[in-house]
Antibody, heavy 120, light 107 residues
Framework: QIQVEQSGPAVKEFGASVKLSCKTSGFTFTKSAVQWVRQARGEGLEWIGR????????DVAQKFHDRVTITRDMSTDTVHMELSTLTSEDTGVYYC?????????????WGQGALVTVSS | DIQMTQSPSSLSASVGDTVSITCRAS??????LDWFQQKPGKPPKLLLAAASRLTNGVPSRFSGRRSGTDYTLTVSNLQPEDSASYYC?????????FGQGTKLEIK
């Protein structure tokens, strides 16, 4: 069955970077896309960006475009997202979600979330 | 960017009631919209894909429809387990924007 497993929580200092991972299984990785979404405590969902795995093409929200890098590792069916120059506003839970080519609307496969805490 | 204006931000209803949540897109998104349910401490769960397609395991009490640029999620015969936050997300054009969310309380 399809599984999406995220890396664990991270505590980072102001100005540091964090690299999160999203390991997938149960589907053809090259025929999928993965999006990253974050949620501050008590707030709504915020779209960060996505990668089309087969082509490696990425799109990142303008708000993050100079701080976010999304990559994929074909050897481990894993997508990574690195967020740099962290501030307290980056504290929150980060989710990845996958969709497969069998249905590009079926964003049904979500990771469990990873809490990122940014402190001084 | 496509703006998704979701309303109401919160609502309270009783078991057995029917409620509706609406997302208005700032332009035509041609049914490129999913609805998610999220409970505290959990990732979002997909309810409806492409505006009105019920996904596996989701009760038929959930339904979706489109009218122009308005997309509506309706939950009929509310159950206690429907207490959650609900979000729409458009997939027509990047950035794939979310609505602001609706918190549904069951009295």
């Amino acid at each position: 069955q399809i599984q999406v497993e995220q890396s664990g929580p991270a505590v980072k200092e102001f100005g540091a970077s964090v690299k999160l991972s999203c390991k997938t299984s149960g589907f053809t990785f090259t025929k999928s896309a993965v999006q990253w979404v974050r949620q501050a405590r008590g707030e709504g969902l915020e779209w960060i960006g996505r990668i089309v795995v087969g082509t490696g093409n990425t799109d990142v929200a303008q708000k993050f475009h100079d701080r976010v890098t999304i990559t994929r590792d074909m050897s481990t069916d894993t997508v990574h997202m690195e967020l740099s120059t962290l501030t307290s506003e980056d504290t929150g839970v980060y989710y990845c979600a996958a969709v497969t080519a069998s249905d590009w609307f079926l964003w049904d496969y979500w990771g469990q979330g990873a809490l990122v805490t940014v402190s001084s | 960017d496509i703006q998704m204006t979701q309303s109401p931000s919160s609502l309270s209803a009783s078991v057995g009631d029917t409620v509706s949540i609406t997302c208005r897109a700032s332009q035509d998104i041609y049914n490129s919209l999913d609805w998610f349910q999220q409970k505290p401490g959990k990732p979002p769960k997909l309810l409806l894909a492409a505006a009105s397609r019920l996904t596996n395991g989701v009760p038929s009490r959930f339904s979706g429809r489109r009218s122009g640029t308005d997309y509506t999620l309706t939950v009929s015969n509310l159950q206690p387990e429907d207490s959650a936050s609900y979000y729409c997300q458009q997939f027509y054009r990047v950035p794939f924007t979310f609505g602001q969310g609706t918190k549904l309380e069951i009295k």
